[in-house]
């Protein structure tokens, strides 16, 4: 099964509820009038697209239509997935650089996936022959370190872990010592859960980040959102908080099978302009894959 294949499983929820709803906006009608494009603005905004991007993505098709007099059902679909394309943004991945120590600062609130990211993407490094150190300076939650633990078994990957309510920075900083002594290719810390209406944790965040920088100057760190896209636009809110504290490099959304809300991909790009490397599909491993805009804008509005 190809990429194209896995989005397409994947964002079905989706695709139906768009699919359905255009199909009433649209049945029998050889164009698109005004009222039927209002009614396909507010099915953009009910996938979670959310309403500036949506509003946006409509007015484009309003200009499409008045520049070229075709209010087609395809003519609108093209212009629909044309600025969504410009919204998402080139397809990027997830950097890893050789011959150097790569950190992955894993950050979102509770119940994402991270740590389930974290170990997902530790099994992916090592089947590519990765040298892998996993960081559990999630000291808040003992699940979440018995849970990073458990994938460190599975994947057999060196497990940096304090007890709980532990220093989230000293976890990190004994991390790094251990990644550079064992000439790691990849340290994935795997941070709380912090909410954005807690400004001690989001501290506590911004300490940790201090301290990679003065650790691990020479690494190659990347700040990785998760993202739960069955939160909708809280996921939004998220973004633009933890945006706020850490200088987000990049954005992975989990559980776009979940729900018919996977547009929450639109609103988030529109929102932040952060570019969206992972896409989370289901729950093996092989699920989590890289983000590919144009298979994602097909798999969300093609029929």
Not at 44 to 59: F, P, Y
Not at 109 to 117: A, C, D, E, F, S
Not at 264 to 274: D, G, H, L, P
Request: net charge negative; charged share 25%; aromatic share 4%.
């Amino acid at each position: 099964m190809g990429l194209f294949d896995v989005f397409r499983k994947g964002l079905n929820k989706t695709r139906t509820f768009i699919s359905e709803g255009l199909t009433k906006i649209a049945a029998g009608a050889g164009k698109f009038n005004d009222d039927m494009l209002d009614d396909f603005e507010e099915l953009l905004v009910r996938a979670d697209c959310g309403v500036e991007a949506s509003v946006d993505i409509i007015d484009a098709v309003k200009s499409d239509i008045k520049k070229s007099g075709n209010a087609s059902k395809e003519a609108v679909i093209a212009t629909v997935e044309r600025r969504m394309l410009e919204i998402l943004g080139p397809s990027k991945e997830l950097e890893i650089e050789d011959g150097k120590l790569n950190i992955i600062l894993l950050v979102g609130v509770n119940g994402t996936g991270k740590t389930t990211t974290a170990g997902k993407l530790s099994s992916k490094y090592k089947a590519l022959g990765k040298k892998v150190v996993l960081a559990a300076a999630d000291t808040f939650r003992a699940a979440a370190i018995e849970q990073l633990k458990e994938w460190g078994e599975r994947t057999s990957t060196t497990v940096i872990a304090h007890d709980q309510g532990g220093d989230p920075a000293a976890v990190c900083f004994d991390a790094i010592k251990a990644a550079y002594a064992r000439k790691a290719d990849v340290l994935i810390i795997d941070t709380a859960g912090r909410l954005q209406n807690k400004k001690n944790l989001m501290d506590e965040l911004a300490k940790v980040t201090r301290l990679i920088a003065r650790e691990a100057p020479d690494a190659n760190c990347k700040s990785l959102l998760i993202i739960d896209a069955t939160t909708g636009q809280n996921g939004v809110i998220q973004a633009e908080t933890f945006g706020s504290t850490v200088a987000l490099d990049y954005i992975g959304i989990t559980k776009l099978d979940g729900s018919a809300k996977g547009g929450v991909a639109i609103a988030i790009s529109y929102a932040t302009k952060v570019p969206i490397v992972l896409a989370g599909l289901g729950e093996r491993t092989e699920d989590l894959i890289p983000f590919n805009p144009n298979d994602f804008v097909k798999s969300l509005v093609e029929e």
